[in-house]
């Protein structure tokens, strides 16, 4: 069965359609890429999944189930990135993740397992005890995906996660997504192509709230993916900078 299945799903503000008659399927453990200019249509395709937005008509299922019909169940099964994603930058790492994952109902003995969890999937070990305003803008997204599969969900949703990092930063989120694609399916949008090819099993094409086509990306080497020449040099002659 699809993680996530969308049957012509429209959304309309006023007079503009800002999204029409979109379908497209999800699999397990795959990373989908949804690709467009800008006002194409994706955040509000990845607001109408995570039941922030309703359809104008259509459906979404996740995991089978209704997100407008049982917006709570489906919301269970989802872990989701909004572009700029909110931070209590004045907390550590381990106190926002329990405040997160109490308010996701996990409590006890299952919420210290499930941090646990988290932190060893995005190697936050090192920095458990730090501040978030104190981290890089790399280990603060880190936090933000830590916090999303918490609970462990069927389907990570993530707005833009490549948005203001730098090179390195860039390089390891595609680690990082690839790791997080063994355990739960991904859909994640990008205004970089080259990112969506280096990441994703398959891509879709919006423009103006359509789909243009669905397309397999071929890979050698997708399991863990290994950076160009030049992002090889790049992170040689950039180490000492990020080991500071
Ligand atoms: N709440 C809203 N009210 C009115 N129009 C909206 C609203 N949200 C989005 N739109 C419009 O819907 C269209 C699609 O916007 P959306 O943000 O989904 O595009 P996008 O592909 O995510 O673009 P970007 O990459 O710039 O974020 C745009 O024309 C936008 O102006």
Redesign the pocket.
Known sequence: MAVLSLDRLS?R??A?L??DAVSFEVREREVFGLL????????????LVTGY?YPSSGTIRVAGIDVVRAARAARERIGYVP?DSPLYGHMRVVEYLSFMGRLRGITGGALDRAIDAAVERLALGSVRKTIIERLSRGYRQRVSLAQAVLHKPELLVL??PSNGLDPRQIIELRGLLRHLAQDCAVLV?S?ILAEIERTADRAAI?LD?RLLTVEQIAHETLAAPVPSPLEALFLELTQAKAMQ
Not at 40 to 45: A, E, L, Q, V, Y
């Open positions: 959304k503000f006023g503009r800002a999204v467009g200019p800008n006002g194409s249509g994706k955040s509000t395709i990845l607001r937005l572009e707005d833009e949008t205004h919006l709230g």
